[in-house]
């Protein structure tokens, strides 16, 4: 049998990746902490009272097994995984900023990963609705294996960002503490028609 050669190595970005985006540029997007603590702590409520109930159920419906050593560690998890996606939506820094060069924007939540991209190696950015409350800024690089490479975690999470806005890198725009109008506006601004918009 031929000899194939060695495996090919990992794929690593040929764009800048740093851990936090820098706040010294011209134009910067936070998340709003506010109003995605509003939103999360809301859901976060609810899944409380929702196992708080559960639990009050299966008591009163039984008498000879106790429900909450079987319930607790389920209820533990749930509570424990939307608090981490809560810290994780609004801790990290800036979720995205721009130059006359190009873009910054998170691709990895947690860690916290950034990637740099020059304006001409990014071929559209739309906006599109993410479930029942985001909507997403979404970029979508000429090469598509841009931001890849950084882990299991933000591969799973790029992969979902694909499915709901059919790009691997998004930022929020709901949740962002500047408008969505004057985002699109400082993309147009700094992409200066070399980006499709919409």
């Given at each position: 049998?031929?000899?194939?050669?060695?495996?090919?190595?990992?794929?690593a970005?040929?764009?800048?990746?740093?851990?936090?985006?820098?706040?010294?540029?011209?134009?910067?997007?936070?998340?709003?902490?506010?109003?995605?603590g509003?939103?999360?702590?809301?859901?976060?409520?609810?899944?409380?009272?929702l196992?708080?109930g559960?639990?009050?159920?299966?008591?009163a419906?039984?008498?000879e097994?106790n429900?909450?050593?079987?319930?607790?560690?389920?209820?533990?998890?749930?509570?424990?995984v939307?608090?981490?996606?809560?810290?994780?939506?609004?801790?990290?820094?800036p979720?995205?900023?721009?130059?006359?060069?190009?873009?910054?924007?998170?691709?990895?939540?947690?860690?916290?990963?950034?990637?740099f991209?020059?304006?001409?190696?990014?071929?559209?950015?739309?906006?599109?609705?993410?479930?029942?409350?985001?909507r997403?800024?979404?970029?979508?690089?000429?090469?598509?294996?841009?931001?890849?490479?950084?882990?299991?975690?933000?591969?799973?999470?790029?992969?979902?960002?694909?499915?709901?806005?059919?790009?691997?890198?998004?930022?929020?725009?709901?949740?962002?503490?500047?408008?969505?109008?004057?985002?699109?506006?400082?993309?147009s601004?700094?992409?200066?028609?070399?980006?499709?918009?919409?």
């Amino acid at each position: 049998m031929p000899y194939a050669g060695p495996p090919p190595a990992p794929f690593a970005s040929p764009y800048l990746v740093v851990d936090r985006i820098p706040e010294i540029e011209p134009y910067v997007v936070n998340i709003n902490k506010a109003k995605a603590g509003a939103i999360w702590g809301t859901f976060v409520a609810f899944i409380v009272l929702l196992w708080i109930g559960l639990i009050i159920s299966a008591f009163a419906a039984t008498e000879e097994l106790n429900p909450l050593s079987i319930m607790l560690l389920p209820a533990l998890i749930s509570i424990g995984v939307n608090c981490f996606i809560w810290y994780t939506v609004v801790s990290g820094g800036p979720q995205l900023a721009m130059n006359p060069y190009g873009m910054w924007i998170r691709v990895r939540k947690w860690p916290v990963k950034a990637l740099f991209l020059p304006w001409d190696s990014i071929e559209r950015i739309y906006v599109r609705r993410v479930g029942l409350v985001d909507r997403a800024l979404c970029v979508q690089p000429r090469d598509p294996r841009a931001g890849s490479g950084l882990g299991t975690f933000a591969n799973w999470e790029q992969s979902l960002q694909q499915a709901f806005t059919g790009a691997q890198l998004t930022a929020s725009v709901r949740f962002a503490d500047r408008p969505e109008p004057e985002i699109m506006g400082a993309v147009s601004h700094f992409a200066a028609g070399r980006v499709w918009l919409g």
